[in-house]
């Protein structure tokens, strides 16, 4: 009877006091990752790593509301590009401490932004994807965090700090405090946290930012835990380029220098032979059809150097260059708004600008064609790649078994007659396209930025 008086009365002590702080050694709220229980049904027909097409969503700009319900809202119009794998950038709450507002300042780990609604929000998006057979990834950022993240206050130790025991700043990034990896904790917590949103939102994966920064090891132990949840097919995506992000066990790395070398050739004049060069250089230690993530703009070089309609040389130049992105060697990223030739970029940190959906439906058809051709062809897709190409035009063919494509891009504002290889002269291909047929003799003249997709 005195064991029964004494509990009560300690329960009505501390419920009266109702102070967490009396007793700092103690977590009072269970973390969440520890019950996880199984929202939904695990998406069954997440693509293989080599068949993905990515569709990168910035909430910000994506809706007039900026929010999942703005996501949800066109699903069908998602899937209409012929896309399957939806890339959704930070959904968290964003700290205001020493902040820019920048999505990539995560405040809470597990919980959403309220800026793009609720977890139940966040749901409807998942399973309306997953209804229309499109994964849905996550951008998960684990080299730093908001400055009013409650792991700067509870767990000092998490965090890299200075001679004098301060918690430094992420380097060129002030609004963001750096985590320390030699802490085993911290990646412990790190690795619930990600598992939190495959069981209670049940997504398909993660788009890692800034992957370079934190050790291999890190990764090594995040994919491998990751891998462990059985009952989910994950895809894993580094934000980075390093080859060693594929010996820990992505299934994508980053096209950083894709990006920025096809950028020279456009509008530097550089030649096309240098993406070549890359073809065997981003794919050092790949294995098993581990792939680069290749596109023409995201949300960062979008905001920095403008629109890919401005870089690439209009619509028909950026139709192009993005062919090149999709078919040469590579999982394809269209970024929102891209694919409806849109002029105006989206600057950081994305509040300003809202997608305009009803104009460019002539550049959104180029882009469903694009993708289709992509879909339907496996040699494109994962068949054996042979180079033609020369300092100004981008031509080479996919191979896989008895099918054959061929495809010749023009990255010059200018006509080009092309000397075509004895392997495809003299020979007749279908348009993948346009339909039609198409007889190739041994020179094709191609005019400025124009490109052929063929197959036989």
Known sequence: MKLKIVAVALVWFLVSCNKRDAFPAFDWTPYKVDTLVQYGTPFTNVVDRQDASIYQV????????????????????????????????PIFPVGTLNAFNSPYAVKDYVAVGSEFGTLADLRTLVDGAHSRNMSVILDWVANHTAWDNAWV??????????????????????????????????????????????????????????????????????????RNISTHKLLLMAEGSRTSNFTAGFDFNFGFNFYGNIKNVYRSNAAATLIDNLN?????NATNGQQVVRYVTNHDVNSSDGTPISLFGGKTGSAGAFIIAAYMKSVPMIYNGQEVGMTTAIPFPFTSVKIAWTTGQDVTDVYKRIIAFRNASTAIRRGTLTSYSNADVCAFTKIQGTEKALIIVN????????????????????DALNGGSVSLTTQV????YSYLVLKN
């Open 58 to 89: 910035n909430m910000r700009a994506f809706s007039a509301t900026g929010n999942f319900a703005g996501v949800t809202a066109r699903l069908d119009s998602i899937k209409a590009l012929g896309v399957n794998v939806i890339y959704l950038m």
């Open 280 to 284: 065997n250089t981003e794919y050092v």
């Open 411 to 430: 990255v010059r504002n200018s006509t080009i007659n092309f000397t075509l290889p004895t392997a495809v002269a003299n020979s007749t291909w279908t």
């Open 445 to 448: 003249s191609l005019p400025p």
């Open 153 to 226: 206050t509870k767990h000092k130790d998490w965090y890299s700090q200075d001679a004098s025991g301060n918690i430094v700043a992420a380097a060129g990034y002030t609004d963001v405090a750096q985590l320390n990896f030699s802490n085993a904790a911290m990646r412990l917590e790190m690795i619930k946290s990600m598992k939190y949103w495959v069981y209670t939102a049940n997504v398909d994966g993660f788009r890692y930012d800034f992957a370079d920064n934190p050790p291999v090891d890190f990764w090594k132990q995040t994919v491998d835990s990751l």
